[in-house]
């Protein structure tokens, strides 16, 4: 049987044991742990010595030199785009087939390093409808999608191409009405243009008046969806902070003349408890151009110390920023003053909290689904190690088999286990 003919059928009852657990929520790290996962779910996480006597004739895995953890969210990705070097071009002349196509290959390697779940914050219809019928990879295990549908733009505006044009206040709501149709959970919306705009649209403008944004806001909490405001320059944060929105996407405070980091605003959305939405990859430490790494991780490490709640994520699918980037980010965000636990946190349960799926996933609670990354090594030591995945499962269901070394050439078949 091959991995993925053995991943359509959940497994029942066996335990994965690992030099160490990590939570996922307060710090908390087992050392020579192990989780028990029974179909979806988690039945038991604790220490291997302690597992409980009913639990003694489950089938055993262990992992040794490995570390178990959630598995990972990303905060922020565009399923529809490939990630490659011209992804809007590619977009502007694929069919629908294709952009699906698109999103399934970028589920499947999402899947592969270890991200179980992914909100994506902008699709055509099209796309969105195949997600809300779970047609984009069929029977076959990937991540969860949390989705904002098509984004909510001005006439001409960032990302128009995606359909969702709105000249006055009456269209927008159409447009949340059509989303919340196709089962989106959130509404994006477009507050600044952005760099891949036409020139319509700045990065450093507000796109809509205050009233559309507001009502845009109201409209979509009445129907239980929430917001992310799409905004760069510090006058869209502004007005996106005043509607009321729960995430500000990229918040990089740019203008003409380079960065107005507004300390009072910080504040207020510290206050209001607006999270914002880093939109960091792997290559931006290595930025020099208009977003200097040395610029942004000091506005980062403002929004965190001033206790912004900060939404991992990559922003993949865009330019050279591949659907699997977020382990190979994570590292990054030590230089804005997190510590190895709390970047994996903010990958993990604080995402989950974040985006309204505590306690469903996001940690490794008895309950809770079985999305569980393992890596060989130990991540708390270098996060790089966040890359050498050993085993991952999507609740419960395999997509990368056990594989006790890193050469192993025999990784454990998913039909021992399910025996
Ligand atoms: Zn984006």
């Known amino acids: 049987m091959s991995g993925s003919e053995a991943g359509r059928r959940p497994c029942h009852g066996f335990l994965l044991s690992a030099d160490r657990v990590i939570i996922g929520h307060r710090g908390k790290v087992l050392e020579e742990a192990a989780v028990l996962v029974v179909g ?17 004739s489950v089938r055993q895995v262990p992992l040794p030199g490995c570390t178990l953890l959630p598995g990972l969210i990303e905060g922020h990705a565009h399923l529809c785009l490939d990630g490659g070097t011209a992804p809007f071009d590619r977009f502007g002349t694929a069919g629908p087939e294709e952009v699906v196509g698109c999103a399934a ?10 991200v179980t779940t992914v909100r994506d914050m902008g ?34 505006g960032h990302c128009a191409v995606m359909g969702g044009e709105a000249a006055d206040a009456g269209r927008a709501l159409a447009l949340i009405d059509a989303n919340r149709r196709s089962g989106a959970d959130w509404t994006k919306l477009m507050v600044t243009g952005g760099f891949l705009s ?37 006058e869209g944060v502004r007005a996106a902070v005043a509607a009321g929105v729960d995430t500000v996407e990229h918040c990089t405070w740019m203008d003409e003349g380079g960065f107005r980091v507004d300390a009072a605003l910080i504040s207020e959305m510290s206050d ?45 699918g865009i330019g050279n920023t591949p659907h699997d980037d977020l382990p190979a980010s994570l590292d990054a965000y030590i ?64 997509v990368v088999e056990p594989s006790p070394q890193p050469s192993s050439a025999t990784a454990l078949s998913w039909e021992y286990l399910c025996q």
């Open 272 to 316: 209001r408890g607006t999270v914002v939405s880093v939109t960091v990859n792997s290559r931006a430490r290595a930025a020099t151009g208009r977003l200097p790494w040395h610029e942004r991780r000091s506005q980062l490490a403002q929004l965190h110390t001033s206790g912004v709640p900060l939404i991992a994520g990559t922003d993949c």
């Open 40 to 56: 979806e779910k988690l039945a038991w996480v604790g220490h291997t010595a302690a597992l409980p006597e009913a639990y003694r």
């Open 198 to 234: 036409s020139a319509a649209s700045s990065p450093y403008r507000t796109q809509f008046p205050q009233h559309l944004l507001d009502s845009a806001v109201r409209t979509s909490h009445a129907r239980a969806m929430k917001v992310a405001a799409h905004a760069h320059g510090v």
């Open 335 to 398: 230089d804005f003053g997190m510590s190895p636990i709390e970047v994996i946190e903010a990958a993990t349960g604080t995402n989950a909290r974040l985006l309204g799926l505590a306690p469903q996933t996001g940690t490794l609670t008895p309950g809770g689904c079985a999305d569980i990354l393992a890596v060989h090594g130990d991540p708390l030591e270098s996060l790089a190690h966040l890359t050498d995945v050993a085993c991952v499962l999507v609740r419960g269901r395999p």
């Open 105 to 114: 290959e970028a589920l499947r390697r999402m899947a592969r390093a270890g």
């Open 123 to 156: 699709a055509p219809a099209f796309l969105a409808e195949a997600f809300q019928h779970g047609t984009v990879l069929g029977e076959h295990p990937g991540p969860r999608v949390l989705h904002a549908g098509v984004p909510v733009t001005s006439p001409g």
